[in-house]
């Protein structure tokens, strides 16, 4: 990022702080005595505001100076928390490329074997993957396996569908040079396909990441029990908006980095290939 455009996005984000605070009265602002009825409903109003910038500022200090901290099953740390979802995530994402590329290879070198796939393909690929947890939880019987298996099958399809794509798009001059080298089926994968159809391997995982972050929340928020999902619900639940916001922006800033790390690999890829 240039320095013209980093200033523009500071202030942007200043602008934003500045409205965020204006929209929102402090805590004290306009209390007046009540009682009875009168008071528990003030409560309750008082509970439920929006918490301005500062608020939330003081207990983001507060939450990532001690991320780590256990305290029974309902009171851990957000890093904890951050820790089984990024887990879960890796564990289910990692298992999708491992059966994906593989397949995408074979599809995409078979066009007859394409066309025959295509259909169950277009079929499973548009089902939203949190459709699948009822099945997975009555199958598998475990909240955590059900919540990695609906991770594997929303990255599945992305690097499988580039990858196929990649590899049908290899160049068949590339093919025909390997064969005149005598290069056999494995050497020519690996030496020939595999380099020129790698920008579009990656770029069907720098998808299917940034779906796996956003499927593990909503999958936690439904199993319950620890993710980052959960944290937001339990959250909420306990009329805490402060800590939904933070954990909101944490959410982003990790999908951010995961979306980072993807795409430095993508350039890598691709200064290779040229």
């Known amino acids: 990022m240039d320095k013209r455009a980093g200033l523009l996005s500071l202030f942007m984000l200043l602008g934003f ?12 602002g306009g209390a007046r005595a009540v009682d009875g009825y009168e008071a528990l409903v003030a409560g309750a109003d008082e509970e439920a505001r929006l918490p301005g910038p500062g608020e939330v500022g003081a207990l983001a200090l507060e939450m990532l100076s001690d991320p780590f901290y256990d305290r029974g099953p309902n009171d851990k740390g957000i890093g904890l928390q ?8 890796f564990v289910g994402y990692l298992l999708a490329c491992i059966v ?8 995409g070198m078979s066009p007859t074997l394409m066309k025959a796939l295509n259909p169950f393909i277009q079929v499973l690929k548009p089902i939203s993957p949190l459709a699948w947890m009822p099945l997975a939880l009555f199958v598998i019987e475990d909240s955590v396996l059900s919540s990695i298996f609906v991770i ?6 992305p690097i499988l569908i580039n990858t196929s794509f990649g590899v049908a798009s290899v160049h068949r001059d590339y093919i025909n040079v390997a064969r005149t080298l005598e290069l056999g089926r494995l050497a020519t994968a690996l030496r020939i396909i595999l380099p020129t159809a790698a920008p579009a391997i990656v770029t069907g995982m720098r998808i299917s990441i940034g779906i796996s972050w956003l499927v593990i929340v909503a999958a936690e928020m439904l199993v319950g029990g620890t ?23 944490i959410i982003g800033v990790v999908g951010m980095v995961l979306d980072f790390g993807l795409a430095k690999l993508a350039q890598l890829v691709s200064f290779q290939e040229a």
């Open 152 to 157: 594997f099958v929303c990255s599945l399809w």
């Open 82 to 89: 951050l820790g089984y979802s990024i887990a879960r995530v």
């Open 100 to 107: 994906a590329i593989p397949i995408g290879f074979v599809v």
């Open 17 to 28: 702080l500045v409205i965020w605070a204006s929209a929102t009265p402090s805590r004290t």
């Open 227 to 249: 993710g980052v999902g959960y944290f937001v619900w339990n959250e909420w639940n306990n009329l805490d908006l402060s800590a939904v916001i933070v954990t909101i922006v």
